[in-house]
């Protein structure tokens, strides 16, 4: 077995949706980067390719190639699967933590842990969203961006 941590952060500003774990969240501001900017999936991303002892994110998906220019990271996610999958590797579980201030994301974590467990193809119970504020604190606490982290478990494949 092999353990990965993940972590994401990404500034809010108007004029982008806003995408957690694949589902779009009603919000007057969203995630600027080079793909859909989802800090949740990108942490997830993150934790299991270092799981794997495959590098980072950046490594896999650069943020300068143009492919990957407004990709959803559910398309992402999957290609990691394959990333995974291919150095032998399955996954066991995900573990992760959205940090904000706002919006408030309890309505939307089930659908968020659904999207990863069904685009890693493992059981939704192997998945678990957790969503926290930092009280006014540090960056994500006055509402200048959102941050995830994640641990991932993987294992070879049987």
């Known amino acids: 077995m092999r353990i990965g941590y993940g972590y994401d952060a990404h500034r809010l500003v108007e004029g982008r949706p806003l995408i957690l774990g694949g589902v779009t969240i009603p919000h007057a501001r969203g995630l600027l980067g080079h793909s859909d900017a989802d800090v949740l999936l990108h942490a997830v991303i993150d934790a299991l390719i270092g799981g794997a002892g495959l590098g980072d994110i950046g490594k896999h998906f650069?943020?300068?190639?143009?492919?990957?220019?407004?990709?959803?990271?559910?398309?992402?996610?999957?290609?990691?699967?394959?990333?995974?999958?291919?150095?032998?590797?399955?996954?066991?579980?995900?573990?992760?933590?959205?940090?904000?201030?706002a919006p408030r994301l309890g309505p939307h974590i089930p659908a968020m842990a659904e999207n990863i467990a069904k685009t890693l193809g493992c059981p939704p119970a192997s998945v678990n969203v957790k969503a926290k504020t930092e009280e006014g604190l540090g960056f994500t606490g006055a509402g200048a961006g959102i941050a995830a982290h994640a641990v991932a478990l993987i294992d070879v494949k049987k």
């Open 62 to 101: 650069p943020p300068a190639d143009a492919a990957f220019k407004d990709i959803s990271s559910l398309t992402l996610l999957a290609k990691t699967r394959e990333l995974i999958e291919g150095s032998g590797y399955a996954v066991v579980n995900i573990d992760s933590t959205v940090v904000c201030e």
